[in-house]
């Protein structure tokens, strides 16, 4: 993460792009003549902040609320009202994507076109720029069917081209590890919800060691859907899950200061006598607890369950492609 | 066939696929994308210009004595062929005027980087002001790099001298300020 700003800039005869951080700049200038296409691609990073700004506010909202000390709660409602305006900045400035700009020799990142109204506006405003000195495309090279196979075929620049060292394909991923994940999220979502109803020590150790084991599950899922054919929703279902995790982390860890700061420190001479105190945690002990518990559950069951359904709707998916030219085979033996 | 990849995951993209009105998915990864091309992508790169041979008492290039001279150089008027003729920003120059305005930050478009001395002596006179005592050491430095780069090539793009001011004016307030309370220390002993 670089603390430079980027600004791109609109010249005479080219688009200058700024790289500055306050004390230098540095400068790239892609004349119009040279501009041979503007890629963009919408990406999830807006709804991602979205998704932890809301969760900040919840959570922050939940420790204003439940919390007993008054000046840790105006500091929650603080929190709050910080966290919303930042969510409110995310909505209002619009969907995210990234636009590389490419020409025979270099693709470049637009690092200054993360927003999709102003990439938009941006390459309207460019369009007749560039195409003033490269003229307009001819009607036949506009628009043709996706489906077809094109007759216009560019001359071949790639290999003069630089950021493009990887030039491997998606492998095919089934997804086991992720439904591996989803169904011990599932089953701590419902360990969770009976604790809720009915305390025991060995539910809250069991469900202890069920988020050690799909921490694990989940961070060898991201690695291994990176370039697989894993499906977006699965992808964003195994991300939406380790941002979870991570709320959860840190609600535990706030629970167990809580906790320790309330509980006589006479009673707690080992380890496990610290251990017992967290185990013996019971979620009608006190409203925070409930809270937590009760937020716990309803996460774990919703991505455990939508998790595993599109893992499963995935692998169907597969199964059935590949089926129809197995069928083939056996018809040819046959 | 060469196309154009998906900025994803690196899978060739049809041209079925480029100027299309709205986002359409990547056919390896789903990703939503859209390209937009140009002209420039089908006619590939520009073939050089080669310097055509002198015949008779035509009028040479400097540099090349045997090839025909084309125009003169915007800067020095010395005759250069079209090997030799470097168009930049409308302008025609031979290769030594560019090297040497690239050299003394003449030529604005060959610039790739930039000290901006004013956001520097501007930070410099701010942020020791949090821990008040140094800038004792950085108000004089402030306002000797103000002085220094007054006409220091700035940024390519338009900006005032307007940081260079706030700079010296606050490194001046904290001389005086100094100067004041060291006085006052002082006549009180």
Known sequence: MSLSRCSLYLGDDHILGVDSNGFSEDYKRFYFSDIQAIITRRTRRGATWSIVLALMIASSSAGALFLEVESVRILSWILSGTFLAFLLVNIFRGPTCVCHIMTAVQEDELPSLNRLRVARKVIETLRPAVERVQGRLNPEEVNIDPNEETLHAPRTTRPLRQPHARGHGIRHDGGTIHMLAFALILLDGFLTGIELLHHSPVIIGVSFGLTLLYSICIIIALVKQHESDIPGTVRRMTWASLGYLCVSYLLGYVLMVTTLMTSRPEKMVTQWDLYRVILDLSPQDSRLVMGVYAFAAVCSLALGAVGLVRVKKHRDDWASASRPGQDLEGEARG | ?189
């Open chain 2, 1 to 189: 066939m060469e196309e154009i990849s998906c900025t994803h995951c690196h899978a060739p993209i049809l041209a079925g696929y480029y100027n299309t009105l709205d986002f359409i998915p990547c056919p390896s990864c789903h990703v939503p994308v859209k390209i937009d091309v140009f002209p420039a992508f089908y006619h590939g790169l520009r073939p050089g210009k080669e310097g055509e041979t002198l015949i008779d008492d035509q009028a040479s290039c400097f540099y090349h004595p045997q090839k025909k001279a084309v125009i003169p150089c915007d800067h020095c008027g010395r005759f250069l062929c079209a090997l030799c003729d470097v168009e930049l920003s409308g302008k025609h120059l031979c290769p030594t005027c560019v090297e040497k305005g690239k050299k003394k930050g003449r030529i604005i478009n060959l610039d790739r980087h930039r000290l901006l001395y004013d956001g520097t002596a501007l930070r410099l006179a701010l942020l020791p002001m949090i821990t008040v005592w140094l800038t004792i050491i950085t108000a004089p430095i402030t306002i000797y790099l103000s002085i220094r780069h007054w006409n220091s090539p700035m940024s390519v793009i338009r900006r005032t001298k307007v940081r260079f001011i706030l700079a010296v004016v606050i490194s001046g307030l904290q001389i005086l300020a100094w100067t004041t309370g060291i006085v006052y220390f002082v006549s009180r002993r």
